[in-house]
């Protein structure tokens, strides 16, 4: 994931993105996308996880989430993202929550929003919640088709309401596949009525209930045509929107190259990807399942490197280092692309076409025809930073 206006320009996620860049440095755990029950109220046709209304058997239990919390709080973790299945769903969600804030950690809660009333957005906001993050795919009747429940479609969109009026911040989110792009520019538009400061955009992930449906993404063609929307929105003088973008990290140099047509300086960005690229695999970015898996990345939950049971956070993020000194295959080598090191290539769908989360991204948008002398001339202009494996002894760094 990668939020293009904070990450080039002074958005308004900068400061949480500065803060995970220098967590990264200090050897720490720079953010955790932690999946804290499988349950959910609703069947997304599309849902990576394929969850439903069960919790896995070795869920696991209030003690030990509330003991991975108080590990996060030591840590000094900049940023936490509750996700599930439904993460309002699980019984101890709200002290799972207030707890993290008490470490002043960053939390964005990823939901559905169907659990969410006027006393639920109260309590998210007193407990300095800045972010919810909810999806729609489009109309009612599709989005409620995509979701598998009737009438989520209305509900949604009134919790967006009661949430903005209550001063919590809404990021929309959306899976870009060829079912959902006709309604891309309506919901970009929608977000804006209904005030939303954030769009995500994430590729579409073939496992779970999409496995083996590759041929639902859409193409690079129209990958770019969204790329140069992005850009022209974010150089407008009337927006303020930020644009964060999923399982595709060829993305952002794409619409770096477009800045730097423009004659725009994109050195800000630059210097934060040669720390964490925009695929942020071993990067001290993690995710962790219901079960306590630890993750690479959410988007491949069969990729595990260990279970919290086992190992502490902090040698999870020594043993995700592993994957950052390896260099990528293919079209994403670094003798292959002169973006290797900033991009990387999705790691996600490098292991779920093959095994190998260093075989090359597929799905790259890409080509070598493109003039990069732009881009590329800024990146040689950048400093680089050491990239010597992160300390891992407790209380050191």
């Not at 936490?80 to 709200?94: C, D, T």
């Not at 779970?208 to 859409?218: A, Y």
Request: hydrophobic fraction near 40%; charge should be negative; glycine fraction near 8%.
């Amino acid at each position: 994931m990668a939020h293009v206006r904070s990450l080039f320009f002074k958005g308004p996620l900068a400061d949480v993105e500065d803060k995970a860049v220098k967590s990264f440095k200090l050897g720490r755990p720079s953010d955790v996308i932690w999946n804290i029950t499988n349950r959910c109220n609703l069947l997304c046709d599309h849902c990576y996880m394929a969850a439903d209304a069960h919790c896995l058997p070795d869920e696991l239990s209030d003690e030990e989430t509330i003991a991975l919390v108080e590990q996060m709080g030591e840590r000094g973790l900049p940023a936490l993202f509750l996700s599930g299945g439904e993460p309002m769903m699980r019984k101890n969600f709200w002290e799972i929550l207030e707890l993290a804030r008490s470490y002043d950690i960053r939390v964005t809660v990823s939901t559905n929003c169907t659990l969410i009333n006027r006393e639920a957005a109260k309590r998210l906001k007193a407990n300095g919640i800045d972010w919810i993050a909810t999806s729609l795919y489009g109309p009612a009747e599709f989005h409620d088709k995509m979701v598998g429940v009737p009438g989520t479609h209305d509900r949604v969109i009134e919790a967006i309401k009661i949430l903005r009026e209550e001063g919590v911040n809404v990021a929309i989110k959306t899976a870009i596949s060829q079912a959902t792009w006709p309604f891309v520019y309506d919901l970009i538009h929608e977000a804006k009525d209904l005030d939303c400061g954030l769009i995500y955009f994430c590729d579409l992930i073939t496992s779970g209930r999409s496995e083996g449906e590759d041929d639902g993404r859409i193409t690079p063609e129209q990958w770019r045509e969204l790329g140069d929307f992005i850009v022209d929105d974010i150089l407008s003088e009337d927006s303020k929107l930020e644009w964060d973008i999923g399982a595709m990290p060829s993305f952002i140099p794409f619409v770096a190259e477009k800045f730097v047509e423009r004659g725009i300086d994109v050195s800000n960005g630059l210097e934060r990807l040669k720390v964490i690229s925009a695929c942020p695999v071993g990067k001290g970015h993690m995710n962790i399942n219901s079960a306590g898996g630890i993750m690479p990345c959410q988007f491949a939950q069969d990729w595990t490197v260990g279970n919290i049971r086992e190992m502490s956070l902090q040698d999870a993020v020594s043993e995700l280092y592993k994957l950052d000194v390896q260099e990528s295959k293919g079209v994403c080598a670094p003798d292959a692309c002169e973006y290797s090191r900033i991009c990387r290539g999705c790691r996600a769908k490098a292991w779920q076409r093959t095994g190998d989360p260093m075989a090359e991204d597929l799905t790259c948008l890409l080509h070598a025809e493109f003039d990069r002398s732009g881009l590329v001339g800024q990146i040689e202009a950048t400093p680089d930073f050491d990239r010597a494996a992160p300390c891992s002894v407790p209380g050191v760094c």
